[in-house]
């Protein structure tokens, strides 16, 4: 490790610095004391990520920056206890690779969930999901991107839904993973209370996590994945910082709804709208669905799993690779399966931008319901 706080290849670091030259002063500029600002990187499994801390109005924000920034954006967004790190197994599977291959993968980390993050004040005002989605906003400016793809799960996908109905012009479409358009009912309601007054006294005792189990895959039902339960019953029980997250979970708690509504096209972009089968989330997928319009969203149920993209990455994958496809993006054929150069075909002809009369395409290869 350098000065810097970089890992990892050292021409990867110097392209990446050049780059970031264009929404930031270059890193010889600056100071010492402002060294804090500087990216840090961790490796995601196969990938590196460089970490940044973005300031927005209400406060800092980590981003974890995976790809080269002059591709197209793609914004991720997680779920409750969780952070950007959930989505490492969905980008390292192996149908990923030709779109991390055309895109730079932009992870949005919600105040306080990184890790290593300290501790929130009890004083802090948390930002409600409003107010969380419109902190995508500074990304954009940071990075210089106009438009991006949204991809996020849970509460990830509210904070996203909301942010692209406010500001269509500024996104190209939507990926969302157990995505709820609706306020929760007074049961819910007063679960949702309990447990954060649980964990801002108690830490992550038992019943705090029962409720992020409970969140993420319902009554775990006998057909969910042991070992998967198990991972995330552990992953949960040491959370190190349960306050921050007590925090995130009190105000998606209090979210308001969507306000959608098919007949006034509430939603003016492309939504892919997925649930796992044996989530907690399908009714709420489903009524999402019927608020949108039918010729600009496609609903996916995911059988034998939950958490879709730790259970199922190769299926989610496929489905996300046909969504971009359908938004005129990425090669139609995966990697994998390319054919060999010959005089007519080679590797040469795949084209990754999205204007490409090559792979343009007229409709959602994906626009009617499907499960899987």
Avoid at 27 to 33: A, D, K, L, Q, Y
Avoid at 51 to 64: F, K, M, Q, S
Avoid at 166 to 190: F, R, V, Y
Avoid at 311 to 325: D, H, N, T, V
Wanted: net charge negative; hydrophobic share 40%; proline share 6%.
């Amino acid at each position: 490790m350098d000065n810097f706080g970089f890992v990892g290849d050292e021409s990867y670091f110097e392209s990446f610095a050049e780059k970031f030259r264009i929404c930031g002063s270059p890193f010889v500029e600056i100071p010492n004391s402002q060294r804090s600002e500087l990216p840090s990187t961790r490796r995601f499994s196969k990938h590196l990520c460089f970490e940044l801390h973005i300031n927005t109005d209400r406060g800092r924000i980590l981003v974890a920056v995976q790809g080269d920034t002059m591709k197209p954006a793609i914004v991720t967004y997680h779920d409750l206890g969780l952070n950007y790190l959930s989505f490492e197994s969905f980008f390292n599977h192996e149908d990923m690779q030709d779109i991390l291959d055309n895109f730079c993968v932009y992870h949005m980390n919600a105040p306080g969930q990184e890790e290593g993050a300290a501790t929130l004040p009890e004083n802090y005002t948390y930002p409600t999901l409003d107010e969380l989605a419109s902190q995508i906003k500074y990304v954009q400016a940071r990075f210089g991107f106009k438009t991006f793809i949204g991809l996020g799960v849970g509460a990830g996908a509210n904070i996203l839904a909301r942010y692209a109905i406010n500001n269509p012009s500024k996104m190209e479409g939507l990926a969302l993973i157990n995505c709820t358009s609706t306020q929760l009912g007074w049961l819910d309601w007063a679960y949702f209370k309990m447990t954060c007054r649980m964990m801002r006294r108690r830490g992550m005792c038992e019943s705090a996590v029962e409720f992020l189990l409970w969140h993420h895959f319902g009554r775990i039902p006998e057909e969910c994945n042991p070992n998967v339960v198990s991972k995330y019953r552990y992953q949960f029980a040491n959370i190190p910082n349960p306050v921050n997250v007590a925090m995130f979970i009190d105000v998606f708690g209090k979210r308001q709804d969507l306000r959608l509504s098919r007949d006034s096209a509430t939603m003016q972009i492309p939504v892919l709208n997925i649930v796992g089968a044996l989530s907690p989330f399908v009714d709420a997928t489903v009524t999402f669905n019927s608020r949108l319009e039918p010729s600009m969203s496609a609903w996916m149920k995911i059988s034998d799993s939950s958490m879709v993209l730790e259970e199922e990455p190769g299926k989610a994958a496929e489905a996300f690779r046909l969504f971009l496809q359908g938004e005129g993006y990425v090669s139609p054929i995966p990697k994998k399966i390319l054919l060999p150069r010959s005089d007519s075909i080679h590797s040469g002809d795949r084209r990754s931008c999205r204007h490409s009369p090559v792979i343009r395409i007229t409709e959602n290869p994906i626009s009617e319901a499907v499960a899987c």
